[in-house]
């Protein structure tokens, strides 16, 4: 083992192994469990070069966290969580911090398989995309494909996804490949305020912008054509439909609303943190349900929300193709989350089993096979995991492994991981570059506004498939397929 030359405060991130880093846990700063970090060599180094570490480190300092705070290949400083790290709280003596999940709550991606390949869109690629593009709504406070009451906003909240089929958006096979079937129970629309509410209302079916995306890809390579097969992709060549979004201003506004009420109740349950973006209540408290509570229902705005996408994506392809359901076949592979907190069970070293509170911030989780919790098509290969790159970049489907539970608390990678600002992408790149770039690539690309493309430039990510490497070598979630883009959607 060798040890890096670098220092995060006062400690060294030392190596363990080509893919495995840690900074040991300091009590003297406050530090109750170590940091294990899972990166290459540059992966890390541009970890370093913000306060990725640093930030994984306070997260460590929180009641109750346990075993160890895991930053993932991908991480990259976030508000208060590091994007791409896991820490877990017992059930019972810790917290639970809504900078922890993030702002846009189930920020996540769903994959949809078609029977097509990139020659039967006669049409060509780009009519597909206009076509996208004017039937979802996509942009900064954009309004959705339908407007809602309070009542049937509330329907949404509590039901989810399964909402949105019974009212003839999507099919009931939809449901059962979604994790948690697309409806979290628990929710409680009245721990969510007017205000998030009233910004929700009128964007349940839209896209939203910064890296939110819609695209339209193709099989670049297979490497386990068993599991492959499994999920509906039979060679390559075939063309997919990655939709990445979340829960838009609702879920914004209910992270910011308990964030608020976090902040004011430290005093009243004397908890210290080191930094306030870090506010938290005891998992036990009013507060800390009331936050499980209101975030439940944000879940199941996305989960309604990338259902209403679905619906209209496969109505744009009938439409656009001229072919029928049972031609475009285009059936939903699997839909992650990416930023959530659950409550699982899982063994902490000499504790055993535990109960706990998983925060997973800009992170996938990759059960593996046997697990309840993965649907029964896909309970004896594992769970699929879906980790998107930055447009322009492949995606990945991976599925999960069984060291993943030991490593990383049943997680992965959700994506590339920002390597730039978005203000310096905008000082370094322009929108004819970056289009030039893309169109080399036989890329199509759509977008409200040139601050849309300009700012989620390829180069603004790390590599995608560096990110999986590291998943895949360490066993946490293994490959399956890479797809490349040949049209996207931007908000």
């Not at 039967?120 to 206009?130: C, N, Q, W």
């Not at 659950?342 to 593996?368: M, N, P, W």
């Amino acid at each position: 083992m060798s040890e890096l030359l670098t220092k995060v405060g006062n400690h060294r991130v030392k190596k363990i192994s080509d893919f495995e880093f840690t900074l040991e846990q300091d009590e003297s700063h406050g530090m109750r469990v170590p940091i294990t970090i899972y990166a290459d060599d540059n992966l890390l180094s541009k970890m370093l070069m913000d306060r990725t570490i640093h930030q994984a480190a306070n997260v460590s300092t929180l009641p109750g966290v346990r075993k160890h705070v895991v930053v993932l290949p991908d991480g990259h400083e976030g508000y208060g969580f590091p994007v791409g790290s896991v820490a877990a709280t017992d059930i019972a003596e810790g917290v639970i911090s809504p900078g922890g999940v993030g702002y846009d709550i189930n920020c996540g991606v769903r994959l949809i398989k078609t029977d097509l390949v990139e020659g039967d869109l006669k049409a060509g690629i780009k009519i597909i995309i206009e076509e996208l593009f004017r039937a979802i709504p996509s942009g900064v406070g954009g309004e959705g494909a339908t407007k809602l009451t309070r009542s049937a906003l509330d329907d949404f909240l509590i039901e989810g996804a399964k909402s949105v089929v019974n009212q003839g958006y999507g099919w009931e096979e939809d449901l059962e490949v979604c994790e948690e079937g697309g409806m979290m129970e628990g929710a409680d629309p009245s721990k969510v305020s007017e205000t998030a509410k009233k910004r929700g209302s009128h964007q349940l079916g839209s896209l939203g912008s910064g890296n939110h995306f819609l695209e339209v890809q193709k099989v670049n390579e297979i490497f386990d054509k068993n599991a492959a097969k499994s999920m509906g992709f039979q060679e390559e060549g075939q063309l997919a439909i990655l939709i990445h979004c979340g829960s838009r201003g609702f879920g914004h506004q209910v992270c910011s609303d308990y964030l608020r009420l976090s902040e004011g109740a430290l005093k009243k349950y004397d908890i210290t943190i080191p930094d306030r973006e870090l506010a938290c209540v005891p998992n036990q408290s009013p507060e800390g349900k009331a936050y499980l509570n209101g975030m439940f229902s944000a879940l199941n705005f996305a989960w309604s929300n990338r259902q209403m996408i679905t619906h209209w994506v496969r109505k744009t392809f009938e439409r656009v193709l001229k072919l029928s359901e049972d031609d475009l076949n285009m059936r939903v592979v699997y839909d992650v989350s990416h930023n959530i907190a659950k409550i699982e069970s899982h063994k902490v070293d000499d504790q055993g089993i535990c109960e706990l509170v998983v925060h997973r911030k800009g992170a996938t989780r990759a059960f593996s096979l046997g697990m309840n919790e993965i649907p029964s098509k896909y309970r004896n290969l594992g769970q699929p995991v879906i980790i998107p790159g930055s447009m322009g970049t492949a995606s990945w489907l991976l599925l999960g492994n069984d060291k993943s539970e030991s490593l990383s608390f049943g997680s992965t990678a959700h994506g590339a991981g920002r390597a730039m600002s978005r203000s310096a992408a905008k000082r370094n790149y322009t929108l004819d570059s970056v289009r030039k770039n893309l169109e080399s690539k036989g890329i199509y690309i759509k977008s409200l506004t040139k601050d849309g493309i300009v700012e989620e430039a390829p180069y603004a990510y790390k590599n995608v498939d560096s990110v999986v490497n590291v998943s895949h070598s360490l066993g946490i979630a293994t490959k399956v397929i890479r797809l490349v883009p040949i049209g996207v959607m931007k908000g």
